[in-house]
């Protein structure tokens, strides 16, 4: 341990602590910009600047681990002017049009501004306004009020290893963006939205479909139908104040029926009906032997990821849709035809936690149901603005179920939000199908939690299935690399069930997720999900009744002809310039 | 007609020197920390660095494409555009820039309808800056090619870019 003194208050802490977490130890929160808690500190800001006694000039306490004996000064006059014109010099070369920003009461710079007391603005804003890139379905760049600080980059290429953004250009035309400047959607980007979320200002944010949901909601010959993510119900509630990871199923479906949704029914529902497709696949793969491991194909931002660096691995995903793909495709034919409603009036809308199913519901294999399946995607953040412009408090909500027919969920499907959740739901499930006996103990607690990659044994009536659990797209990267390795070598891997999400974390963590967020409160948001599994009468996707009914009034069984037409997908090999679709070879 | 032909020309001449790019790449395979020194040769061979040189040269050495682009528009001796036939450097360092060579920038990317770094697209001329020639005493002053020109004022310009074709 290192003793030390910060202003007047002695401290112990670890050897290598920052002086930033020091201080905040003793009390004092040094400001900054650049630093992100799930994030290596980069020092680019210099916001957090402090005075060491008997060290000339001022250090970082962000990069500088506290020393025995230090005597750390972090509000001197000297410190507290440094920091505003440090300020006042970021503000001359950004947009501050704080009003109309996306960013408005939840940016880290106009926080920042207030805190160190900026009340004039010195310098008139420098360099000529950039082109704001709008080439990507799911996210929006504007350069003009980007402050350079690398998080999004940082995140981008090492905790994702997608490498769609870098510092480029000189000087004062320093600029961040993708190769060649093409814009984000000319790119390998895989729409996963980390950058989004980690954007201390308004320079990334998701491509909004607010109005076009408004113009639906308001059209009396339109019957837009909702579905809600499992990960959302976690998260909603954090739109509204309420505390982090607050479970407000019933509050969400409360809320989206009275901002005007003809049917407010469930991800949740196909998040199970995905278990009976993908656990059939997985148990018909576990027999004949072919193209184990199977890998799970939940996640959009991973599907590209994979489609662009792993195409080789194409055999062994799932063809299983996404749940969010599955209600679409459901939405438009089932549903449409129980409730004796026309295809062409159903606008569908999901609320996702996640950027990249605005990229998925645009794809052009996306239309089983001869319409585009998914019309709509919101983020979190969307959702709760178009709510609170509706005069709508989550907090006050009554709580009330979803509609019927593609409304009931289970446990198991809940679970899917977070890193885990896909694998657990289709273990409970596997058990039955192949033995034809219930699980008992439902919880499988060896994938939960945020370990970077999770393995388990699990034992169905002796056969042994080893699976393992990736979250981010780095961890899957490894764990991917080391399969093939293993599949070159000894002509199969030990793994013979795979999950992948793209976000840390899972879903909770995901690129649509409310602002400020880190992994604290992604661990949050999933252990309230875990809670919700465990409250719910139902934790396995097979007993849920409303999945039964389809089965036996429309889609007859598990992989039949009809489900493989509806809800199993098709992959593509994906360039690593510009992350199109490749030409077939 | 016969500038069409050039470039043509200079085109087909471009698609001869990937094999030897690829010869290049190949003694550094999988060499991210060689990036530097294969756009060295890269470029000494295309004269800049063309998109398909910069897309072989991230997938030889595994490092990733934007990576490259990074380190080609960070450093000034990397150019994305080909060189023009004539190169013209206008001086911006200190001693010219107060006798007024930024108007015999302006005037300069004015008359050749190009920005700083930037090509004709008769491939006639390239315009750039540097930063002291050492020709302080003549402030401002420019360079064309192996020309240097001294005290020059904008409206000197077009006679002095017509001399070179």
Request: charged content about 25%.
């Amino acid at each position: 341990m290192i003793k030390a003194t910060i202003n007047n208050v002695e401290i112990e802490a670890p050897e290598g602590t920052s002086i930033l977490w020091a201080a905040k130890k003793a009390g004092f929160t040094i400001p900054t910009l650049c630093n992100h808690p799930d994030l290596k500190p980069g020092g680019q800001c210099g916001i957090c600047v402090v005075e060491i006694e008997g060290i000339p000039g001022l250090k970082r306490a962000c990069m500088t681990p506290v020393g025995e004996g230090f005597k750390v000064k972090t509000h001197t006059p000297r410190i507290m002017a440094t920091r505003r014109q440090l300020v006042e010099l970021i503000l001359s070369n950004h947009d501050t049009d704080c009003l109309t920003c996306v960013k408005n009461n939840n940016c880290e710079l106009q926080q920042l501004a207030s805190i160190v007391g900026i009340n004039v603005h010195d310098y008139s804003r420098s360099g000529e306004r950039l082109p704001i890139d709008r080439s990507s379905v799911s996210i929006v760049r504007d350069p003009n009020k980007c402050i350079l600080c690398g998080r999004c980059i940082q995140v981008c290429s090492n905790v994702q290893t997608v490498d769609a953004l870098a510092v480029n250009h000189r000087g004062f035309d320093t600029v961040i963006t993708t190769a060649f400047d093409a814009g984000l959607g000319n790119s390998v980007c895989i729409n996963c939205g980390q950058c989004v979320v980690h954007c201390p200002v308004g320079a990334l944010y998701e491509k909004s479909a607010t109005e076009e949901v408004w113009e639906a909601l308001h059209d009396p010959d339109k019957f837009v139908v909702v579905q809600e993510a499992p990960a959302v119900r976690v998260m909603l509630g954090e739109e509204f104040g309420m505390p982090t990871g607050s479970l407000v199923s019933g509050k969400m479906h409360a809320a989206l029926r009275r901002l005007g949704f003809d049917a407010v029914l469930e991800t949740n529902f196909t998040a199970d009906l995905t278990i009976m497709e993908e656990g059939t696949e997985l148990i018909d793969r576990l027999t004949s032997g072919r193209n184990l491991p199977l890998i799970t194909s939940c996640s959009p931002g991973w599907i590209k990821f994979m489609e662009t660096y792993f195409h080789d691995m194409i055999p062994h995903m799932s063809t299983a849709k996404s749940p969010q793909q599955m209600f679409g495709a459901l939405a438009k034919t089932y549903y449409a035809e129980v409730k004796g409603i026309d295809p062409g009036k159903i606008v569908s809308v999901s609320i996702m936690p996640c950027t990249a199913k605005k990229f998925e519901c645009q794809r052009p294999e996306m239309n089983a149901s001869g319409y585009q399946d998914v019309d709509y995607v919101l983020t979190t953040r969307e959702i709760g603005r178009m709510m609170r412009e509706a005069g709508l408090d989550v907090k006050e909500m009554p709580d009330e179920p979803p509609d019927d027919i593609l409304g009931d969920y289970t446990g198991a499907a809940t679970i899917f939000g977070a890193t885990g959740g896909v694998m657990e739901a289709a273990v409970r499930s596997a058990y039955r199908l192949v033995t034809g006996k219930e699980l008992e103990n439902v919880e499988i607690k060896p994938v939960r939690g945020l370990q970077g990659i999770k393995e388990a044994e699990i034992d169905i009536d002796g056969t042994r299935v080893k699976v393992a659990v990736a979250h981010s797209c780095g961890q899957a990267r490894k764990l991917l690399n080391k399969v093939q390795d293993q599949i070159a070598k000894e002509g199969k891997s030990e793994y013979q069930f795979i999950e992948v999400m793209a976000c840390p974390g899972g879903c909770v963590g995901g690129g649509g997720q409310s602002w400020g967020s880190n992994m604290a409160k992604r661990a949050r948001r999933g252990e309230s999900l875990y809670e919700e599994d465990r409250s719910l009468p139902l934790r396995r996707s097979h007993e849920n009744p409303s999945v039964l009914a389809l089965y036996e009034k429309f889609l007859e069984k598990p992989n039949s002809e009809k489900a493989h037409k509806l809800l199993h997908t098709h992959y593509y090999k994906r360039s690593t310039v510009d992350g199109k679709i490749k030409p077939a070879s | 007609m016969s500038q069409e032909k050039q470039c043509q020309c200079a085109e087909v001449q471009e698609e001869e020197l990937y094999p030897r790019l690829e010869e290049v790449i190949t003694e550094h395979r999988g060499k991210g920390q060689d990036l530097i020194m294969v756009l060295h040769k890269a470029q000494n061979l295309f004269g800049y660095l063309p998109r398909k040189a910069q897309e072989m040269v991230a997938e030889g050495l595994n490092v990733s494409l934007n990576e490259v682009y990074g380190v080609i528009t960070f450093y000034n001796f990397f150019s994305t555009v080909p060189q023009g036939r004539n190169s013209v450097k206008v001086c911006l360092g200190t001693a010219c820039y107060v006798r007024g060579s930024q108007e015999v920038l302006d005037k300069a990317q004015k008359e050749l309808g190009i920005k700083v770094g930037g090509t004709t697209e008769d491939r006639r001329y390239s315009l750039d800056v540097v930063r002291c020639i050492g020709a302080c005493g003549l402030a401002p002053a420019m360079l064309v090619n192996e020309d240097v020109y001294g005290r020059v004022k904008s409206p000197h310009l077009p006679d002095i870019l017509a001399k070179y074709e």
